[in-house]
């Protein structure tokens, strides 16, 4: 992992960076999260997806300088209550360059079963309803694991390796072939730093305010001296 520092550069002292007021201890460790490989080739700035409306194709270079958290998500899981969580978290760090992607899937339980037309209004009026609307950028529904997976994917699991050794049961594994490090879940995540590579990866069931945690502790290095 390189030193690049991202435009906009935190400050040692910034009195707005959260957990800098003692309101959150960004020491704690994810006890379901795994750093990258230090060796890895290639950066998330090869790959490029279409919007979820298809209208606008996104080349992944456009987020260079910017923490990237890539997150595979569904509307129908029992874990969709992380979407307003995500909003929130979003909201507070975007001030300090986290940028984050969203990208349904429906090789989890059959759990994103709709068109990409319907997946905006399943979460806004289904779940987590309650009128929600993400407020960071979701594409185009896709795989995440198997022959069809999207490329990007297979690039950050190839970087980061899976941080449960457990597979889960064979009735939900709908793909082939079946790699030791696919994702398990819905709303794994991985942490893409400013220079494209990918720094670190959580388990679907860590809690978002974990996730956080673990992300402040990492932006901590590129705040200024």
Same mark, same amino acid.
């Given at each position: 992992?390189?030193?690049?520092?991202?435009?906009?550069?935190?400050?040692?002292?910034?009195?707005?960076?959260?957990?800098?007021?003692?309101?959150?201890?960004?020491?704690?460790?994810?006890?379901?999260?795994?750093?990258?490989?230090?060796?890895?080739?290639?950066?998330?700035?090869?790959?490029?997806?279409?919007?979820?409306?298809?209208?606008?194709?996104?080349?992944?270079?456009?987020?260079?300088?910017?923490?990237?958290?890539?997150?595979?998500?569904?509307?129908?899981?029992?874990?969709?209550?992380?979407?307003?969580?995500?909003?929130?978290?979003?909201?507070?760090?975007?001030?300090?360059?986290?940028?984050?992607?969203?990208?349904?899937?429906?090789? =989890?339980? &059959? !759990?994103?079963?709709?068109?990409? *037309? /319907?997946?905006?209004?399943?979460? @806004?009026?289904?779940?987590?309803?309650?009128?929600?609307?993400?407020?960071?950028?979701?594409?185009?529904?896709?795989?995440?694991?198997?022959?069809?997976?999207?490329?990007?994917?297979? =690039?950050? &699991? !190839?970087?980061?390796?899976?941080? *449960? /050794?457990?597979?889960?049961?064979? @009735?939900?594994?709908?793909?082939?072939?079946?790699?030791?490090?696919?994702?398990?879940?819905?709303?794994?995540?991985?942490?893409?730093?400013?220079?494209?590579?990918?720094?670190?990866?959580?388990?679907?069931?860590?809690?978002?305010?974990?996730?956080?945690?673990?992300?402040?502790?990492?932006?901590?290095?590129?705040?200024?001296?």
């Amino acid at each position: 992992m390189s030193s690049f520092l991202p435009v906009g550069k935190l400050r040692a002292k910034d009195e707005n960076f959260p957990g800098s007021q003692g309101n959150l201890t960004i020491e704690q460790a994810s006890d379901s999260q795994m750093d990258c490989y230090k060796d890895v080739k290639g950066t998330i700035y090869d790959y490029d997806a279409f919007t979820l409306n298809g209208k606008e194709h996104i080349q992944f270079k456009q987020y260079a300088g910017k923490h990237v958290l890539f997150v595979n998500v569904a509307t129908y899981c029992g874990l969709t209550a992380q979407y307003p969580e995500l909003n929130a978290l979003q909201e507070e760090l975007k001030p300090f360059g986290l940028v984050v992607l969203g990208f349904p899937c429906n090789q =989890f339980g &059959k !759990q994103e079963p709709g068109e990409n *037309s /319907e997946i905006l209004p399943g979460l @806004k009026y289904v779940r987590p309803g309650g009128g929600y609307v993400p407020n960071f950028q979701l594409f185009e529904k896709g795989d995440v694991n198997g022959e069809t997976e999207q490329k990007v994917f297979t =690039f950050l &699991k !190839q970087s980061c390796p899976h941080p *449960s /050794e457990f597979m889960g049961s064979i @009735k939900h594994i709908s793909w082939e072939p079946i790699m030791v490090r696919d994702i398990r879940w819905n709303f794994e995540k991985f942490l893409v730093g400013p220079d494209g590579v990918p720094v670190m990866r959580w388990f679907h069931r860590t809690p978002v305010s974990t996730v956080k945690a673990d992300i402040l502790a990492y932006m901590k290095q590129f705040q200024t001296k």
